[in-house]
């Protein structure tokens, strides 16, 4: 089946690292991707990742997967207070094109 | 980059009319567009996929003939959420595909409220 499950929240202080994990159940998805949607808006794409990659880092983020564990993360390095949003992984299913987000993370920076 | 707009952005309507939100890829010809619902502080729900010139395929427990899907070209897709009720309420977010690509480009969300 297809289930994607986050932490629903995270509350870290300004200049700290976030980790935002994510686990997911069907071994056939292709790539991986971390959204961010800031309140009343629509999704904005971070990063993504192909299944086949164990880490990718681009500027201040770092992805990590453990397709044994079926556990994705995104690490944010020195959080700032414009980082407060909601955070979706999503699955995109191989052959299908659909994706499957989790349920997402809600991310509160303190200043 | 691929850009993808929603009209309108925000719509109240009476309960029993119909509403139609549109979906546009703006400067790349979307081989699929697909409909969410997100309620509040919850996860995007799929609700339908969207091929142009092709019946949309719907997800397990969305009614077809309440959520009327029509993707006329290759740029436009619509959602018409007919005689609608305040349980339709929320925010409807489209996406398109490019090509063979995996990527989907997200429109900025339309919210619905349904009085």
């Known amino acids: 089946g297809e289930d994607v499950e986050q932490s629903l929240f995270l509350s870290v202080r300004e200049g700290d690292s976030s980790v935002i994990n994510c686990t997911y159940t069907d071994s056939s998805s292709t790539y991986l991707y971390w959204y961010k949607q800031e309140p009343g808006a629509g999704l904005q794409l971070l990063t993504y990742?192909?299944?086949?990659?164990d880490m990718k880092q681009d500027q201040r983020l770092t992805v990590l997967l453990n397709k044994k564990d079926k556990h994705l993360s995104l690490r944010i390095a020195d959080t700032q207070t414009g980082d407060s949003a909601i955070y979706f992984c999503a699955e995109s299913i191989l052959g299908t094109y659909k994706y499957i987000f989790g349920t997402g993370t809600r991310l509160k920076v303190l200043a | 980059g691929a850009v993808v707009s929603q009209h309108p952005s925000r719509v109240i309507c009476k309960s029993g009319t119909s509403v139609k939100i549109e979906c546009r890829s703006l400067?790349?010809?979307?081989?699929?567009m697909f409909w969410y619902r997100q309620f509040p502080k919850k996860s995007l729900m799929l609700m339908a996929t969207?091929?142009?010139?092709?019946?949309?395929?719907?997800e397990q427990g969305v009614e077809k003939d309440k959520f009327l899907i029509n993707h006329a070209s290759l740029t436009l897709s619509t959602l018409t959420v007919t005689s609608a009720h305040p349980e339709d309420s929320s925010f409807y977010i489209c996406s398109a595909r490019q090509g063979r690509l995996d990527e989907q480009y997200f429109g900025p969300g339309t919210r619905l409220t349904v009085t």
């Open positions: 990742i192909f299944s086949n990659m």
């Open positions: 400067d790349f010809q979307a081989t699929t």
């Open positions: 969207s091929n142009e010139g092709s019946k949309a395929t719907y």
